[in-house]
C-alpha cells in the first residue's frame, strides 16, 4: 500500500542491489520501508544513471542536478565527476586553423591517453560527420569572441567584442547574407582501432556550403596536425578516414586518399594483392578511405539494373 501511494527513487535499484546479496524477501521488504522513510538510498549507478545525470548537469545546471540527486537520486555532481570523463574541446571561432586542431589533439587525445592505462600504439581512424546545431549567435565569454558563424565565411568579420558597432557589424553581415549562422557542426573525432573512446579535434559551424576543395583542406589540416604534435607516435598513426555517404565528403575522400596503388614493398601488399575486387589505392601514407557500409549498400540499391 505505501509503494502504491509514494514514489521510491531507484526502486529498481534497491531490489537489484539486495538480489545480488541474496537478499530474502523480508529484507528486501524492509529496505523499501526504509527508503520510504528516506533512510536508505542504495549505492551504485549504471551507465543509464551517469547519462541522465550528465544530461541533467548539462541542461540545468548543478543546482538542477543537486535537486534530482534529492528527490530522484540520480547520481551527483561529485560521483558523476569520479566516474565520467568530461572532454573539454576548443571550439572553432572564426575559419578552421591548424592551432585548434594542434590544441584540441594535444588536450584531448594526447593528455586523456597519457594520464590512462591507455598507453598502447594503436592504428587510428578519423571520423567526420555532422550534428544538429541550433542556429543562433553565442558569447564565448572565455576569449571575448562571437560563436556560433560559419567557418568559410567568418572571415568577413571580426568576432572579437571590442565595442557595440562590433556585434552591430556582424549582425548586418549576417541580414545581408555574407556572413551565416552555423546550420550543423562539423566534428572530426578520432578513434583508436580496438579502443571504444573517441576524441574530438574538431567542432567547427557549419552552413552547408563548402565544396570539395574545402573538405580537401580540413582533412589535409587534421593529418598534418596529427604528424606535426607528435600524436602519430604516441598514440598511432592514421591508418583510415571514415565518412557517411555526403557527396562532398566522398569527393574530397576520392581525392585524397585514393590516389596512389599499394606499393609491392608494403607489408599489407601480400595479404590483399590476391583478394579480388579490393580497392588498393591509398593516400599518401597508406591511409585508406573508409565509407559507411549502410550508405554502400544504399547506393548500390539504387543502382541501374
Not at 587510428?124 to 560559419?150: Q, R, T
Not at 607528435?230 to 576520392?254: C, E, M, Q
Not at 596512389?260 to 601514407?285: A, C, D, I, K, R
Request: aromatic share 8%; charged share 25%; proline share 4%.
Amino acid at each position: 500500500m505505501a509503494i502504491s501511494e509514494k514514489d521510491i527513487p531507484r526502486i529498481h535499484q534497491i531490489i537489484d542491489v539486495a538480489l545480488r546479496h541474496g537478499s530474502s524477501v523480508r529484507e528486501i521488504v524492509n529496505k523499501l520501508e526504509d527508503a520510504l522513510e528516506g533512510a536508505y538510498s542504495p549505492r551504485g549507478y549504471d551507465a543509464n544513471d551517469l547519462d541522465i545525470a550528465t544530461l541533467i548537469f548539462r541542461l540545468g545546471g548543478r543546482q538542477l542536478l543537486f535537486a534530482m540527486n534529492q528527490i530522484l537520486g540520480v547520481p551527483s555532481l561529485r560521483t558523476l565527476r569520479a566516474k565520467s570523463t568530461f572532454t573539454s574541446i576548443m571550439p572553432t571561432i572564426g575559419p578552421i586553423r591548424d592551432e585548434q586542431f594542434d590544441e584540441n589533439i594535444r588536450n584531448v587525445v594526447m593528455t586523456t591517453r597519457a594520464h590512462s592505462s591507455l598507453a598502447s600504439l594503436r592504428g587510428v581512424s578519423l571520423m567526420i560527420d555532422e550534428i544538429a546545431l541550433e542556429e543562433m549567435a553565442v558569447h564565448f565569454s572565455k576569449y571575448n569572441k562571437v560563436g556560433g558563424l560559419c567557418w568559410k565565411h567568418s572571415h568577413t568579420v571580426e568576432p572579437v567584442l571590442r565595442t557595440y558597432e562590433s556585434a552591430v557589424h556582424i549582425a548586418q553581415k549576417i541580414h545581408t547574407g555574407e556572413l551565416h549562422l552555423g546550420k550543423e557542426l562539423t566534428v572530426i573525432g578520432a578513434s583508436c582501432f580496438g579502443e571504444d573512446e573517441i576524441y574530438p579535434i574538431l567542432a567547427a559551424p557549419t552552413c552547408k556550403s563548402e565544396d570539395a576543395s574545402d573538405m580537401e583542406r580540413i582533412l589535409t589540416r587534421a593529418i598534418g596536425s596529427w604528424n606535426r604534435t607528435g600524436a602519430s607516435k604516441s598514440v598511432g598513426p592514421i591508418w583510415s578516414l571514415a565518412t557517411d555517404g555526403d557527396a562532398t565528403r566522398r569527393a574530397a575522400g576520392h581525392r585524397l586518399f585514393v590516389k596512389f596503388p599499394l606499393p609491392p614493398e608494403s607489408s599489407l601488399y601480400g595479404t590483399l594483392v590476391n583478394l579480388q575486387g579490393l580497392n588498393l589505392f591509398t593516400g599518401e601514407g597508406e591511409i585508406t578511405l573508409d565509407f559507411d557500409f549502410k550508405h554502400v549498400f544504399k547506393r548500390k540499391c539504387f543502382l541501374p539494373l
